[in-house]
């Protein structure tokens, strides 16, 4: 695992320990490149953001499916005619957490895979009434593929062009991290429920889900990205006002990508999310008021996630500790 304290400043102190690879000599670096799993989600959030005010969304975060998909008509549930942009990053849209199957239309393009997959799912009723909110990755999919449909290009395009380039991060991609059968980065990893040994592997999550949770990224270069929200000046891409908007919890405790929660250590409001593909597991906490930020990434997942959660919240309220003496 890595895990890293940042500042407003940047990285303020940062390890690594273990290897990339089961098996394998070669050590976990710190320069090396994390999966984020679902901390994917606020990268989208920010980077629609940056095309909200771009004037890309013909009404900026009221936008709705419909406008975006008028010739679904009929093959989009009624339920879904009026949702919002906003409600899709904000989870408040009613629709069901995974599509029925990620898999589907694989041999389309990205675009017209991820187009295939809203028009399969968005058929019947929704899951959940508007507003209220129910996590929801399929919701981040059909974000990206308005996205889409209104640039014409790919999110993973956007994501490099108005978020990734801007704030000057090169390391981030989607996808498995490094190049296939190599270990020139981490491998992921999973328990075997029969031996309980950790068994290597680069599978992901299917790529139609990215704007859901495909993106990996070194320690060092998401740093940049947490730091919008850490800075005492102008923040790079978006302005303090929109920035907040997305950290600002709309149903329950849940923002634009990020749970919202209140930490005496944080003086107040910390923002936080975790993200797994199964072989991978990050935790990320935010507390904007002190200017201070706690991650950790590791390689690996136990069958049963959660022990996984556990232990690396443990390892951050250690850093948060140790950060307050």
Not at 225 to 239: E, H, K, R, S
Request: glycine share 10%.
């Amino acid at each position: 695992m890595i895990a890293a304290i940042v500042d407003r400043r940047g990285i303020r102190a940062i390890a690594a320990a273990g290897v990339r690879k089961v098996g394998r000599s070669q050590p976990l670096l710190t320069t090396d490149s994390v999966h984020v799993g679902s901390n994917t989600k606020a990268m989208t959030s920010t980077m629609l953001a940056v095309l909200v005010r771009d004037g890309v969304f013909a009404n900026g975060w009221n936008t709705t499916v419909m406008e975006v998909f008028p010739e679904l008509g009929d093959d989009l549930h009624p339920d879904y005619h009026p949702v919002t942009l906003w409600q899709l990053v904000t989870m408040t849209g009613g629709i069901k957490c995974d599509a029925a199957d990620w898999h589907a239309h694989r041999d389309a393009p990205l675009m017209q895979r991820r187009y295939g997959i809203l028009r399969d799912n968005l058929a019947d009723a929704s899951a959940a009434a508007a507003g209220k909110h129910l996590y929801s990755n399929m919701s981040y999919v059909v974000a990206g593929a308005m996205a889409e449909r209104v640039t014409g290009r790919t999110w993973e395009s956007l994501m490099q062009e108005r978020l990734f380039a801007p704030l000057g991060i090169s390391s981030a991609g989607f996808g498995a991290p490094g190049a296939p059968g190599e270990a020139n980065q981490p491998w992921g990893h999973q328990r075997d429920p029969d031996s309980g040994n950790w068994l290597p592997s680069q599978i992901d999550n299917a790529a139609a889900l990215g704007p859901a949770g495909t993106v990996h990224i070194a320690v060092e270069d998401w740093a940049r990205f947490v730091a919008l929200w850490l800075a005492d000046g102008p923040p790079a891409i978006l302005d303090r006002k929109a920035l907040d908007r997305l950290i600002t919890p709309v149903a329950g405790r849940y923002a634009a990508g990020w749970r919202v929660e209140r930490r005496r250590w944080a003086r107040g409001k910390a923002v936080m999310h975790d993200g797994s593909n199964g072989s991978w597991f990050t935790i990320l906490w935010i507390a904007p008021k002190i200017g201070r930020a706690y991650l950790v990434a590791a390689n690996s997942a136990e069958l049963d996630v959660s022990q996984t959660f556990m232990l690396l919240d443990g390892i951050v309220a250690n850093l948060i500790k140790r950060g307050l003496e």
